[in-house]
C-alpha cells in the first residue's frame, strides 16, 4: 500500500496519525504497526487517530508524522508501507562500574531518562527501533553501542549481568502483535495471554536462565520472576530473562531469536485455531498449549525456574532444546545452547562485526 505523508507537530518520532475513514480504507486499526522503507532503511511505526487541527488543515485523506521522521525525508512523499502482524523490539538493561573505585555508577548521572540511550535509575537502558526480525534488532542495538562507546568516558564501564549488589537487571523482550489481542477486543485474551507468557516461560525462560549462571535474580522479588509481564496496546512486554544476555550479539540475538520464533509459531496457529481471534474458548485453556507444545504444568513451569540448585534448570534446558526443532521449522544448529566465557571486554566483543551475516 501507499501513503501520502505530511508533517504534524502533535505527533512524536515512533507515530503515524491517520483518520478513522484513511484506517478503514488501508484495513489497518489504531496500534497496528507499519514499517516504512527510509534512506535510513525500515523505519517503524504505530497507527494513531488523527489530530483535528491537522485534519481541518489538510483534510481526511492524508497521514501525519513527526516533523523529525525520516519519512518524510524520502524522495516523494508517497513511501510504501508494509503491515506486519508480528514484530520485535526489547529494552535491555545494564549496569554501569566506575573504574576508579571499582562500585556501580548511577546511569541517571550520564544519561537522561529518555532516548535510545538512557536512564532508569541507576541501571542504563538500551530503546532500539523496533524491528521485522531478531537479526536486524540485534544490529539495531549495535548502532546504540557504537553511540555509547563514543560518548561514554573512559573510565566507566558497561556491565552486562542480571544481577549486581542487590539490584536486578533485566533484558526485556516486547512483541508486538494483532490488536485484537493487545485491545482485549477478543474474549478471554486475558487467560490467552498468562497461558502464553507461561508456554514463553518454559520455552525461552528456562534456556536463557541456564545459560545466566547467576541465581541471585531468579529468586529475587525485584522482577524478572516466572510469569512476569505487562501489556499494553502496543507491545506483550516479556520481562523474565536477565541482563546477561546484553554481553555479546550471540546470546542477544539467540534470547531473540528463540523468543520471536516460538511466538510467531503460537500466534500463527492460535488464530486459526480461533478463526481469528473469534472463538478464544481453546486457547484460554492451558491444556491447549501442553499438548501442543509437549511442555509441563504451569506450576512446574515455575518450580523449575525457581529451583535450588541448577542441575533441574539444566536437565529441563536439554530437554527444551530437544523439542524446538519440532516447533519451530528454523529452529538453527546455531542457537546456542552453553555458554562460552571469555575476558573480551563489552565493547570489543560488541564492535567486532560478528553480528553481520
Same mark, same amino acid.
Request: aromatic share 10%; net charge negative; glycine share 6%.
Given at each position: 500500500?501507499?501513503l501520502?505523508?505530511?508533517p504534524?507537530t502533535g505527533?512524536?518520532?515512533?507515530?503515524?496519525?491517520?483518520?478513522?475513514?484513511l484506517r478503514?480504507?488501508? %484495513?489497518?486499526d489504531c496500534?497496528?504497526?507499519l514499517?516504512?522503507?527510509t534512506?535510513?532503511?525500515l523505519?517503524?511505526?504505530?497507527v494513531?487517530?488523527?489530530l !483535528?487541527? @491537522?485534519?481541518?488543515?489538510?483534510?481526511?485523506?492524508k497521514a501525519?508524522v513527526?516533523?523529525h521522521?525520516?519519512i518524510?525525508?524520502?524522495?516523494s512523499?508517497?513511501?510504501?508501507?508494509?503491515p506486519?502482524?508480528?514484530?520485535?523490539?526489547?529494552?535491555p538493561e545494564f549496569f554501569?562500574?566506575?573504574?576508579t573505585?571499582?562500585?556501580? /555508577?548511577e /546511569?541517571?548521572r550520564?544519561?537522561?531518562?529518555e532516548g535510545?540511550?538512557?536512564?532508569d535509575?541507576?541501571?542504563?537502558e538500551?530503546?532500539?527501533?523496533?524491528?521485522?526480525?531478531p @537479526?536486524?534488532?540485534?544490529l539495531?542495538?549495535k548502532?546504540?553501542? &557504537?553511540k555509547?562507546?563514543?560518548?561514554l568516558p573512559?573510565?566507566?564501564?558497561?556491565?552486562?549481568?542480571?544481577?549486581?549488589?542487590?539490584?536486578?537487571c533485566?533484558?526485556?523482550?516486547?512483541l508486538?502483535?494483532p490488536? #485484537?489481542?493487545?485491545s482485549?477486543?477478543? @474474549?478471554?485474551?486475558?487467560?490467552f495471554?498468562?497461558?502464553?507468557?507461561?508456554?514463553?516461560? +518454559?520455552?525461552?525462560?528456562?534456556p536463557?536462565?541456564?545459560?545466566?549462571?547467576?541465581?541471585?535474580?531468579?529468586?529475587?522479588w525485584e522482577?524478572?520472576?516466572?510469569?512476569? +509481564?505487562?501489556?499494553?496496546?502496543?507491545?506483550?512486554e516479556y520481562?523474565?530473562?536477565?541482563g546477561?544476555?546484553?554481553?555479546?550479539p550471540?546470546?542477544t540475538?539467540?534470547?531473540?531469536?528463540?523468543?520471536?520464533?516460538?511466538?510467531?509459531?503460537?500466534i500463527? =496457529?492460535?488464530?486459526?485455531?480461533?478463526g481469528?481471534w473469534v472463538d478464544?474458548?481453546?486457547?484460554?485453556?492451558f491444556d491447549?498449549f501442553?499438548?501442543?507444545?509437549?511442555i509441563?504444568? &504451569?506450576? @512446574?513451569i &515455575?518450580q523449575? !525456574?525457581l529451583?535450588?540448585?541448577?542441575?533441574?534448570?539444566? #536437565? #529441563?534446558?536439554k530437554?527444551?532444546h530437544?523439542?524446538?526443532?519440532?516447533?519451530?521449522?528454523e529452529?538453527? %544448529?546455531?542457537?546456542?545452547?552453553?555458554r562460552? =566465557?571469555?575476558d573480551?571486554?563489552?565493547? =570489543?566483543?560488541?564492535l567486532?562485526? #560478528?553480528t553481520?551475516?
Amino acid at each position: 500500500m501507499y501513503l501520502n505523508v505530511l508533517p504534524s507537530t502533535g505527533t512524536s518520532l515512533h507515530q503515524i496519525r491517520m483518520t478513522e475513514r484513511l484506517r478503514k480504507s488501508l %484495513k489497518l486499526d489504531c496500534g497496528d504497526w507499519l514499517f516504512f522503507d527510509t534512506k535510513e532503511g525500515l523505519f517503524s511505526v504505530t497507527v494513531m487517530k488523527a489530530l !483535528l487541527s @491537522d485534519v481541518l488543515k489538510h483534510g481526511d485523506e492524508k497521514a501525519f508524522v513527526s516533523e523529525h521522521s525520516p519519512i518524510l525525508e524520502s524522495q516523494s512523499s508517497e513511501v510504501l508501507v508494509e503491515p506486519h502482524t508480528l514484530t520485535i523490539g526489547c529494552d535491555p538493561e545494564f549496569f554501569l562500574r566506575d573504574l576508579t573505585t571499582g562500585r556501580i /555508577a548511577e /546511569a541517571h548521572r550520564f544519561f537522561p531518562h529518555e532516548g535510545q540511550v538512557g536512564s532508569d535509575g541507576d541501571l542504563a537502558e538500551f530503546r532500539p527501533d523496533f524491528a521485522l526480525c531478531p @537479526d536486524q534488532l540485534t544490529l539495531n542495538i549495535k548502532e546504540l553501542i &557504537k553511540k555509547l562507546h563514543a560518548s561514554l568516558p573512559i573510565f566507566i564501564e558497561p556491565l552486562a549481568e542480571s544481577f549486581n549488589f542487590r539490584r536486578c537487571c533485566g533484558f526485556h523482550v516486547h512483541l508486538g502483535m494483532p490488536i #485484537e489481542l493487545l485491545s482485549f477486543a477478543a @474474549d478471554q485474551t486475558d487467560k490467552f495471554f498468562k497461558n502464553v507468557v507461561s508456554t514463553i516461560d +518454559y520455552l525461552v525462560g528456562v534456556p536463557a536462565a541456564a545459560l545466566d549462571r547467576v541465581d541471585s535474580r531468579r529468586f529475587s522479588w525485584e522482577y524478572g520472576r516466572p510469569g512476569d +509481564y505487562r501489556l499494553n496496546m502496543r507491545t506483550l512486554e516479556y520481562r523474565t530473562p536477565g541482563g546477561f544476555h546484553l554481553k555479546t550479539p550471540a546470546y542477544t540475538r539467540n534470547l531473540l531469536s528463540i523468543t520471536f520464533k516460538v511466538m510467531d509459531r503460537i500466534i500463527k =496457529e492460535a488464530e486459526e485455531i480461533s478463526g481469528g481471534w473469534v472463538d478464544m474458548s481453546n486457547v484460554a485453556k492451558f491444556d491447549y498449549f501442553k499438548s501442543k507444545y509437549n511442555i509441563p504444568d &504451569k506450576q @512446574d513451569i &515455575k518450580q523449575i !525456574l525457581l529451583s535450588k540448585g541448577r542441575n533441574r534448570l539444566e #536437565e #529441563e534446558s536439554k530437554k527444551v532444546h530437544a523439542i524446538l526443532p519440532s516447533i519451530v521449522a528454523e529452529y538453527s %544448529k546455531n542457537i546456542i545452547t552453553e555458554r562460552s =566465557e571469555n575476558d573480551t571486554p563489552f565493547f =570489543e566483543k560488541w564492535l567486532k562485526d #560478528e553480528t553481520k551475516h
